[in-house]
């Protein structure tokens, strides 16, 4: 058994979505909320319910963040690479977030408490060749 990473999910169903390069939310969703600009998109991670009011290039729905108690010291090494280890064995597919002070993930609606047991420490359920742990 690994050691307890102490994972929080929250109970929030996520949307992803992509935007052109000028866009910017206005005003910012209420809630947990990340907004990434980059030279070519912007990223907005919101609640999918204040996601509604906006039209999006691209989204992806059914996301939940999985948030480590912080804070987490700027020198920590291998923190993230043993999350990404951990999820990689169970065959869940996830994304990263970082704060000043928390380090969040978003995995799958459906992978959710998976991924909170194996970031507890758990041993994942053997998967079906060729697929993802549901």
Not at 29 to 39: H, K, N, Q, R, T
Request: aromatic fraction near 8%.
């Amino acid at each position: 058994m690994s050691a307890d990473l102490r994972p929080e999910l929250d109970p929030t169903h996520l949307a992803v979505s992509r935007w052109p390069k000028d866009w910017r939310p206005e005003p910012l969703p209420e809630g947990f909320c990340a907004v990434l600009v980059d030279i070519d998109e912007v990223t907005l991670v919101c609640s999918e319910e204040q996601l509604a009011p906006y039209e999006p290039t691209e989204v992806e729905v059914g996301w939940r963040r999985i948030t480590f108690a912080g804070p987490l010291p700027w020198e920590q090494v291998g923190f993230l690479a043993d999350i990404a280890g951990r999820l990689a064995n169970a065959q869940i597919p996830f994304t990263s977030l970082s704060g000043f002070t928390t380090d969040h993930v978003l995995v799958r609606a459906a992978q959710a408490d998976l991924a909170v047991s194996v970031l507890r420490g758990e041993e994942p359920p053997e998967p079906r060749p060729g697929t993802t742990n549901p």
